[in-house]
Nanobody
Framework: QVQLVESGGGLVQAGGSLRLSCVAS????????MGWYRQVPGKQRELVAR???????NYADSVKGRFTISRDNAKNGVYLQMNSLQPEDTAVYYC??????????WGQGTQVTVSS
């Protein structure tokens, strides 16, 4: 079992920045693929960014060049630096872990609101 706890959401003006953090417990963090997803009411949860156990990253087209995902295996942490935020980035952001055995786990979510 993997437990994920997110933090760092909040209210920010358009053009501003936020940094989301997710700390994992349980399992072997360094072997997990970690990701950030977001969801708005009435829409499906969508991938924002993902980082593999080896450090490879991929991003949704809508956030490329603005968001950066990183991980610190020593701290069991994954982070999402979000710059140049826009109102359309408003959503609940969820941390996700995929273990080496294929288990999939979610955090409780953190709200990000970008005002225009």
């Amino acid at each position: 079992q993997v437990q994920l706890v997110e933090s760092g959401g909040g209210l920010v003006q358009a053009g501003g920045s936020l940094r989301l953090s997710c700390v994992a417990s349980g399992g072997i963090f360094s072997k997990n693929t970690m990701g950030w997803y977001r969801q708005v009411p009435g829409k499906q949860r969508e991938l924002v960014a993902r980082i593999s156990s080896g450090g490879s990253t991929n991003y949704a087209d809508s956030v490329k060049g603005r968001f950066t995902i990183s991980r610190d295996n020593a701290k069991n942490g994954v982070y999402l630096q979000m710059n140049s935020l826009q109102p359309e980035d408003t959503a609940v952001y969820y941390c996700n872990a995929i273990t080496a055995s294929g288990g999939r786990y979610w955090g409780q979510g953190t709200q990000v609101t970008v005002s225009s």
